[in-house]
């Protein structure tokens, strides 16, 4: 079975067979009266069994996962940090930066407002804890923490 450049043959790809296949050379003749041989090369591959399907539901994502994530992510990112004036919070900075810019509501916030770097940052953090903790669940639900 040949393997088409890949270390491992196709079959651990879940193909059914892969079938290449070289037909008889074809002859043209050129304009200096010269045979030029061409070959032409077929492939044929058969899709996996029929038992084998794709799950629709492929994250599983769980509500309750999302919402402990939310908590999660927010009680935190609520903390005071020194790394803001006054020990301020990222989520108290956020908030102030989303008032100051609702109030001039027409104009949308400068591209160097501080806003982007919070939302940015706000963000990261709530789905990386969004996705961690959707890892964690599905990880516990299939064993893998036995």
Known sequence: RRTAGLSRPMS??????LALTRPARL???KANGRA???ARVSVVVKAANADLKFDDDWKKSSVAVHLASLFGWVIPSASPCP???DNASLFAVFSERISANLANFPQGPA???KIWLYMLTWHMGLFACMM???IGVQARKQGYFK
């Open 12 to 17: 651990a790809l879940a193909l059914n067979s």
């Open 27 to 29: 002859r043209a003749t």
């Open 36 to 38: 030029a041989t061409k």
């Open 83 to 85: 790394a803001f004036e």
């Open 111 to 113: 591209a160097d407002d």
């Open 132 to 134: 961690f903790g959707q």
